[in-house]
Every structure is written in structure tokens, then in C-alpha cells.
């Protein structure tokens, strides 16, 4: 994708602060952290969301994140650590192709991570989890 920005990031038409590299994943220090260390996880494929994704694509991208995790952990010294992935302008993405942040945390650094939750309507769940599994097949 031509005007894809992180298309060019893994063409190296723009650079990045990479941290880690593969045949199909490059991952890379968020321009505008959240937090000290974090970091984008993206397929060296285009792919707008993670619903678009084929399967060996979105494993090499969930293959790497523990270790990653690991690795921001000890290089930051963070506590915690959020998984972030947007699919969507109204699921608040900007970068149309798709990827995962890592987020260190710490506590009080107030950065929050709670929605508000509704509750599980018996009927409506019985309705919905035969429309999901039909939908699977
Ligand atoms: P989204 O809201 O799409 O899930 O997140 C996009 C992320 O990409 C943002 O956190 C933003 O700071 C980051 N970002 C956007 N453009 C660039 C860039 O050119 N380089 C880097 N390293 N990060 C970027
Ligand atoms: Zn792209």
C-alpha cells in the first residue's frame, strides 16, 4: 500500500526505532507513547484490521508479544503491561494497518484502562452465541 505509513516504515522509506525483526513482524517504538517503552507490533503484510488477517499472519504476530512483553518489562522496569488493538476508526484506529501496542504500566501512572460495563441479558446471550458459532461455520 503505497500511502500506508507503516507500509513505508517496513519498506525503510521511513525510518523507526526498531526493536525486533522477522520474515513477517516488525515491531517498532510508538512515535507518541502512552508510556516510557511503548511499542507497535505490525505484519510486514498489509492488513487493515486483525478481522482481515490471515491466520499464519496474525500467529507470527501473537508468536512474539510474550517475549516482547518480557524484554519491555526488563528494559523499563514497568509492573504491568496493556495489549492494545484498535480494528476500526470507531474502535479508535488511526493507522489503517493493522497492530498491536504494547503498553507498560506502573502503578498510579494514570494512565487508566477501565470501561464501563453493561449487564449479560440471559436471552440476548442465548441469541447471540448461536449467531456467533453459526457465523464460525
Ligand atoms: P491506533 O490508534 O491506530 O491504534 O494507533 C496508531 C499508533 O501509531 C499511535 O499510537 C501513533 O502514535 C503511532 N504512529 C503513528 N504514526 C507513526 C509513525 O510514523 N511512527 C511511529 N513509530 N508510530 C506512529
Ligand atoms: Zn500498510
Known amino acids: ?10 519498506a525503510g522509506d521511513i525510518p523507526c526505532h526498531k526493536v525486533y525483526e522477522d520474515d ?7 512515535i507518541g ?3 516510557h517503552g511503548h511499542t507497535l507490533i505490525v505484519p510486514k503484510t498489509h ?19 510474550p517475549r ?5 518489562l526488563r528494559a523499563t522496569g514497568a509492573t ?9 476508526p470507531d474502535a479508535g484506529q488511526e493507522v489503517e494497518h493493522v497492530h498491536f501496542h ?24 442465548l441469541n447471540l452465541k448461536v449467531a456467533i458459532s453459526d457465523a464460525l461455520r
Request: aromatic letters at 6%; proline letters at 5%; glycine letters at 4%.
Open 102 to 125: 504494547i503498553i507498560p504500566r506502573e502503578s498510579d501512572d494514570n494512565l487508566g484502562f477501565r470501561w464501563h460495563t453493561k449487564s449479560l441479558d440471559s436471552d440476548a446471550a
Open 47 to 65: 492488513h487493515p484490521t486483525l478481522d482481515q488477517v490471515p491466520d499464519d499472519v496474525a500467529a507470527a504476530c501473537g508468536a512474539i508479544v
Open 1 to 10: 500500500m503505497a500511502e500506508c505509513i507503516f507500509c513505508k516504515i517496513v
Open 33 to 35: 507513547p502512552l508510556s
Open 24 to 30: 513477517h513482524v516488525l515491531a517498532f517504538l510508538d
Open 80 to 88: 504491568a503491561w496493556n495489549l492494545l488493538q484498535n480494528n476500526g
Open 68 to 72: 516482547l512483553a518480557r524484554a519491555i
